[in-house]
């Protein structure tokens, strides 16, 4: 299997336009998680998707960020109009099922930059 | 809301060492404990889940240890190799799936 595929790998954008990150889950897979990474507050979830239907959105830090899984093998993240605080690694994870039986499968990381 | 610590932050030893991670936890409702290893530049790795019935897993070389009521985990790596270089995270899930992470330790090992 080749793991979770995450594009692009680094992002540079200017501050206020759109960013798309994506994400393909492992196949068969029902659960998948969007997290960001940053020196200052560490890994925190944004959003959880259970059979391509956000669970629980509560990290997702403001309106400018919004989420989608339109079917089992894709999900998108959104930031728009992007900020330079947005600035951090974006992964994506997914575990073969819900209720915290299965370890999560994290992707390589999108590095996004905000300028 | 859960907070998780994990100390050191930082540790470095000589190969061979045998040594101790620690993670404590404030809520001590949890669903499991997950321990991550983290490359530089790289996504995480799961190295072994604890489910809130279980005492401990091992897998190799690693050893986690899980006691709630005290809210307190360990990583037991034997015979560290310069491999074992990386950035440990400790994870609990309170809320099934939902995992808060602590701010991880990291850990050199040199040759």
């Known amino acids: 299997d080749a793991g979770v595929i995450q594009s692009p790998r680094h992002e540079v954008t200017e501050m206020g336009q759109e960013v798309t990150l994506r994400c393909k889950p492992i196949?068969?897979?029902?659960?998948l998680f969007w997290y960001r990474q940053t020196m200052m507050r560490g890994l925190e979830l944004l959003i959880y998707?259970?059979?391509?239907?956000?669970?629980?959105d509560s990290g997702m830090p403001e309106d400018r960020f919004s989420a989608k899984m339109p079917n089992a093998s894709f999900s998108t993240l959104k930031i728009q109009p992007s900020e330079p605080r947005d600035s951090a690694v974006y992964f994506c994870?997914?575990?073969?099922?819900?209720?915290?039986?299965?370890?999560?499968?994290f992707g390589p990381g999108t590095r996004l930059t905000v300028l | 809301k859960q907070e998780v610590t994990q100390i050191p932050a930082a540790l470095s030893v000589p190969e061979g060492e045998n040594l101790v991670l620690n993670c404590s936890f404030t809520?001590?409702?949890?669903?499991?404990l997950q321990w991550f290893r983290q490359d530089p530049g790289k996504g995480l790795t799961s190295l072994l889940l604890?489910?809130?019935?279980?005492r401990e897993q091992t897998s190799g070389r690693l050893n986690a240890s899980l006691d709630k009521s005290s809210g307190r985990s360990t990583l037991y790596i034997a015979a560290s190799q310069p491999g074992d270089s990386a950035t440990y995270l400790c994870?609990?899930?309170?809320?099934?799936?939902?995992?808060?992470f602590g701010g991880g330790t990291r850990l050199m090992v040199k040759p």
């Open positions: 994870a609990v899930d309170n809320a099934g799936n939902m995992l808060t």
């Open positions: 998707f259970n059979n391509n239907v956000p669970i629980d």
């Open positions: 809520d001590s409702a949890i669903y499991n």
């Open positions: 604890i489910q809130s019935s279980q």
């Open positions: 196949s068969g897979h029902n659960s």
């Open positions: 994870a997914s575990s073969l099922t819900s209720g915290g039986a299965d370890t999560q499968y």
